[in-house]
């Protein structure tokens, strides 16, 4: 039975890993910004009682994330697999355009949120001799610039850096970093803006298009991960759900495949 810490886990990818992680048997630590979880969250999870709880935290600020990894130890005695999946948006703006809270929140949730989690599950986990370290990589990851989306992008090209030498830093003290590469998903992130207003991306047709070839639903990209990280012992491992193949695949059978997201 393994102990997991997921930030940013009240909805979409996190809530999704959330689930399949209690589904395997593990014991979980969900967080967000928000006082409590939602009543339909905990309706969700009703059958999980004991297996886990809710802990406020913003990860900008490195003491709440401090408190995220005390609480848990506290309550699990151990943390096996910590995640950095808390993550911001910014509108569908070119970045001049975008303003300075806008600015400020993706760079300190993205990158200093997550360079915050990482070093405070590191020095937890050396002190307790083993874990792993994952990250959640997105749209940028791989260097790919999409306008008006750049913002993000950039936070996402600094993250899979950091996790890279991180896992370089740790290499032979029993600790493990990785990266989640998720691929296109249906969640907020998409089709609302950071104040909850619809975005103006689905409002693209050429986008659309080709996210309905692309993405899937976070069920579908947690069921896939999950496994894969809790069989995982390498350091500096990509788990990587939308490969380029299949990515490719899609393409090709997208006259034959009707798929809808949005």
Same mark, same amino acid.
């Given at each position: &039975?393994?102990?997991?810490?997921?930030?940013?886990?009240?909805?979409? /990818?996190?809530?999704?890993?959330?689930?399949?992680?209690?589904?395997?048997?593990?014991?979980?630590?969900?967080? +967000?910004?928000?006082?409590?979880?939602?009543?339909?969250?905990?309706?969700?999870?009703?059958? =999980?009682?004991?297996? =886990? #709880? =809710?802990?406020?935290?913003?990860?900008?600020?490195?003491?709440?994330?401090?408190?995220?990894?005390?609480?848990?130890?506290?309550?699990?005695?151990?943390?096996?697999?910590?995640?950095?999946?808390?993550?911001?948006?910014?509108?569908?703006?070119?970045?001049?355009?975008? *303003?300075?809270?806008?600015?400020?929140?993706?760079?300190?949730?993205? /990158? @200093?949120? &997550? /360079?915050?989690?990482?070093? @405070?599950?590191?020095?937890?986990?050396?002190?307790?001799?083993?874990?792993?370290?994952?990250?959640?990589?997105?749209? *940028?990851?791989?260097?790919?610039?999409?306008?008006?989306?750049?913002? =993000?992008?950039?936070?996402?090209?600094?993250?899979?850096?950091?996790?890279? +030498?991180?896992?370089?830093?740790?290499? *032979?003290?029993?600790?493990?970093?990785?990266?989640?590469?998720?691929?296109? &998903?249906?969640?907020?992130?998409?089709? %609302?803006?950071?104040?909850?207003?619809?975005?103006? #991306?689905?409002?693209?047709?050429?986008? %659309?298009?080709?996210? $309905? @070839?692309?993405?899937?639903?976070?069920?579908?990209?947690?069921?896939?991960?999950?496994?894969?990280?809790?069989?995982?012992?390498? $350091?500096?491992?990509?788990?990587?759900?939308?490969?380029?193949?299949?990515?490719?695949?899609?393409?090709?059978?997208?006259?034959?495949?009707?798929?809808?997201?949005?």
């Amino acid at each position: &039975m393994k102990n997991i810490v997921i930030t940013g886990s009240t909805r979409g /990818i996190g809530f999704a890993m959330a689930k399949e992680f209690l589904r395997a048997g593990c014991r979980v630590t969900l967080s +967000g910004r928000g006082e409590n979880l939602s009543d339909a969250a905990q309706t969700e999870l009703s059958s =999980y009682k004991g297996k =886990y #709880v =809710y802990i406020q935290c913003n990860v900008q600020d490195k003491a709440s994330l401090q408190n995220l990894w005390d609480v848990s130890l506290e309550q699990w005695g151990s943390v096996d697999i910590w995640i950095n999946n808390a993550g911001q948006n910014a509108p569908y703006l070119f970045s001049w355009e975008t *303003g300075e809270a806008y600015t400020e929140n993706v760079i300190k949730t993205n /990158i @200093i949120g &997550m /360079i915050f989690g990482s070093q @405070i599950a590191a020095a937890g986990m050396l002190k307790q001799g083993h874990g792993a370290i994952y990250s959640m990589e997105g749209l *940028g990851s791989n260097n790919m610039i999409q306008l008006k989306t750049i913002l =993000y992008g950039t936070t996402k090209s600094a993250l899979t850096y950091f996790m890279k +030498g991180l896992a370089r830093e740790l290499n *032979g003290t029993g600790i493990i970093a990785g990266r989640l590469s998720p691929g296109m &998903m249906l969640t907020d992130f998409i089709t %609302k803006t950071p104040d909850g207003d619809e975005s103006e #991306v689905i409002s693209d047709e050429k986008f %659309k298009k080709i996210f $309905n @070839i692309l993405a899937d639903k976070p069920e579908t990209v947690a069921e896939f991960f999950i496994p894969r990280m809790l069989s995982n012992t390498k $350091n500096d491992v990509q788990i990587a759900w939308l490969t380029n193949r299949k990515a490719a695949w899609r393409f090709i059978t997208a006259g034959t495949r009707k798929r809808k997201l949005i």
